[in-house]
């Protein structure tokens, strides 16, 4: 008995070897390796987290490779068509606290006309909440975001490799020896010396056996949102009834709160939001956040196609509801919808320190911090959405203990899969954070490779003093 058990875990070993033929049985399959190739740094995920990764690990002097399942760098930024970038300031917007590789971005990108920096977007206007909680929403163009983050990938010595998804890992004791991607040419085979999951999920740390919790421990995850953008609003009309709204102190006019539930009990209005979330783009169009949806567990691929469904099914209502009853959408039409569902919560990995709810209230120090951010908590919850405000102007820090899974030496974790209790999560989840998570990782990464020692073991004090000469924010 124990011999055949043996027999079939050697069986299962050897797929996925490099010239093996194909093998195929009703539970497992056999496929051929058709590419190998190496180096320092495998980055995976190209979203805010993985883009900030590869970029400093390669700056940083690391042979870097960036593998990506799609076609486009961003992940929801881009394919999400997930804008503005939440808020990167102080809640009093006078301190931008994401800087370093993130700031750069904007810098370059309003260079192009395709951003506006976050210290520019007040309170009470389009762009960024328009009564409470949040100065520093910057806007972006979507396009922009995607061609200049790969120039700055392809200007760091990043290689880029597209159409590939991560599918399995080889471990050898504590370390990742090897990742495998499914790609139109057969199994591609990469091995590095360091690994950063950037997948948002958690694909590679929980592939390789790291403890994770999944949503709120218990099954339940946040909501699920089909991004989309319409083009024809009035932004002067939908201003003018904003602020008389606001004058008369109307929030749920503010809001267009009355219109949605006239709408719902006609049965023309599908999502469960009960405010309009429109947001102002640079090229006139808006990108809206309403259609939304419950208990989609956004690993499974049929679950994540049949809400994408969902979604744009309820976006064709959507814009017909915005057109018979918002003031300044009259003319409004369906621009596009986001390629890729919005995935807010998946997996969040052990880490060898995880931020607690209390630790982020409290703005605890830690000896090695990695970056500083102050953004409220928004769990979307079923059927409305619970937003805690920290009620203080002060940052709380994000150690870099949070992006080193426990019993994987030689893994990073960045992104919204990072070490985190729930709330953390929903607090440094947003895009700014998760650049900054990334350039922490990618920086630790090629550290790692210069003093060969794995990233749990590299002088933290070199590295909070790499990333403030590469301009984040630190002043603790
Ligand atoms: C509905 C919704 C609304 C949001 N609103 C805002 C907002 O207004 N402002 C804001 O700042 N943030 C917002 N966020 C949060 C923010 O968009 C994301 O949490 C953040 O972009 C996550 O960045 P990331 O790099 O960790 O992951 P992602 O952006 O998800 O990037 C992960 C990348 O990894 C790739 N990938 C995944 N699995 C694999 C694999 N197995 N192999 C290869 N590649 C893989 C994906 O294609 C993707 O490109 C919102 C999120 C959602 C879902």
Redesign the pocket.
Known sequence: MKNSIKALAAALAATMMAGSCCNNSSDSVTLKVTREMECDVLV???????IGAAICSARHGAKTIL????GCL????T??L?????SSTTPDGQTLLIRGVFEELVDRMIAQGGAIHPLDAKIGTWTAFRDKGHHGLGTFDYECLKRTTEQMCVEAGVDLMYH???VKADKKGDKITAAYFATKDGIWKIKAKNYID????G?IAAEVGVPYVYGDGEGGVQA??V?FTVRGVDGKAMARHNEDCIRRGDYEGQWYMNEIKAAREAGEFPSWRNKIALFENLDGSYTV?MAQSDDVDGLDPKQVTDAEVEGRAQIDKIVKFLRKYVKGCENCTLDATADQL???ETRRIEAVYTVTTEDAKNSVSYPDPIFCCANHMDIHRKGYVEYVARNTNDPFYIPYRALLPVGISNLLVA???AGAERPVMAAI????P?FAM?QAAGTAAAISVADGVCPQNIDSQKLISTLRADGVYLPQ
């Open positions: 995976v995920g190209g979203g805010a987290a993985g593998a990506e399942r799609n961003g992940g929801m930024a394919s999400g997930v804008a503005p970038f939440m590939l998804l991560f950037c997948t948002g999920d694909d699920v949102s991004f956040n919005g995935v807010r992104g919204r899969c989840r947003v895009i700014p998760c990334g």
